[in-house]
């Protein structure tokens, strides 16, 4: 159906059985003000953006009215958090429906924010202003990095307080996603003990997002490893920007191979393995270099979802998606490998590229370097000169790397090319995210929010404008704790 707004809906996932999800409206929120727009986005989608850019567009964006087509339901899902699993479900975010875009995709228009469902357990179903400006800026910028994410079309302020430790400002992100199938909703489905709802799942899922498997002989095995062969790539992107979802639960993995649900999320700056931001990941478990491990983890619980549908025997069920799982670890080792040759501009392969990186990131972390940073210093004809690589084992691998720069069988700026398309020169830094965030909700100043969305726009590109992005944090503007804000 078409719409003043451009809205094109085709909702697929509401004509499911209904026990996947909860027909629910919106509520209506007190004074509803456009706070940031994706208008490049919207034009995507296919959208007006400005039909969009009025008092009746930010209605529209916080529920207030619906848009033609619309078929609001919030979806069910399980999830383990933390290693415990839970019956969850969207207590805060409906579905408004699929939008058919102009260049043949389908994506969800989700509301974060807009009131309770039938899943808010003791939650009220809002959210503030802080957090969901900080999904919209990370999430945009991880799209600018060039990785799969879902995406932010607008924020828009409530005129509400909600009420978390304190009362904060309320505000609706409009949440863009290839679809929101998480291996929570798997979870959900092999839960109800149903194998025909099961597979069911299974084939809206293939439709949606494998098509090219809906003629396998074992679709529920073909989707498993190709799930899996999404994560890695995703986790890879993580770890090649230094990237810390922080709440890597099973409800937040999407089997689109998007990264969703930005919460306590982070970018890490001194290299080190261990690095956490989470305030409640007291653990370390969802810590930087344990987001390998963990997807494994993750997709073990997916698997278990689909031994039903693997083989009718459950032995060879579990042979069979055992068998997946673990060519996890064999897989991730080569993907990054080649992610790591890629930073350090080295073509083809040679024995000492593993030893090679690894003696850099050991280096990285006994020097406390900043990891962006390091990768992006490397890109020059002659070595670095700071302070901080005024050190023997970083000269004598510097001179290491350079040897293995002369093998590689094309010139030194085809290497520089490689880096600089692969090492970011600018990340959304965690002090520069909550300097433009206490601008936006203490002092209603949206200046650095916009500076920092604009720097975070072309993050391969070196720009003299925006070196106060690239400077890592002085001891003083160190930020050593996200929280959900939920
Ligand atoms: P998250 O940490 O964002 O992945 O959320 C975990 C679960 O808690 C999801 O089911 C959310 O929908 C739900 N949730 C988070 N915040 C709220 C809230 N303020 N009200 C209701 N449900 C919420
Ligand atoms: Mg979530």
Redesign the pocket.
Known sequence: MNSPYGFHFDNGYARLPERLFARCEPTPVAAPVRVLFNGPLAGQLGLDACALDSPDGAALLAGNTLAEGSEPIAQA?A?H?FGYPNM??????ILLGEQLTPDGWRRDIQLK?AG??P?????????ALGPMLREYLISEAMHALGIATTRSLAVVATGEP?YRETALPGAILTRVAASHLRVGTFQFAAGQRDPALLETLVDYTLERHYPELSDSDNKALALLDSVMERQLDLIVHWMRVGFIHG?L?T??VALSGETI?Y?PCAFMDQYHPDTVFSSIDHQGRYAYGNQPAITQWNLTRFAETLLPLIDTDTDTAVQKATNVIKSFSGRYDDKWLAMMRAKLGLFGEDPVDATLVQDLLDWMQRRQADYTNTFRDLIDETAPVDEIYQDDAFENWHQRWQARLSRNAKPLKSSFCLMRNHNPAVIPRNHKVEEALNAAVRDDDLGPTHRLLDALSHPYQDRDDINDYRQPPKPTERVLQTF?G?
Do not use: H, P
């Open positions: 899902y999830g958090q969850l479900g969207d207590g805060r975010a924010g309770r469902t899943f808010s357990r003791g939650g009220d179903g809002r959210a909600v709440v639960n409800d937040n649900d919460g959900c939920t």
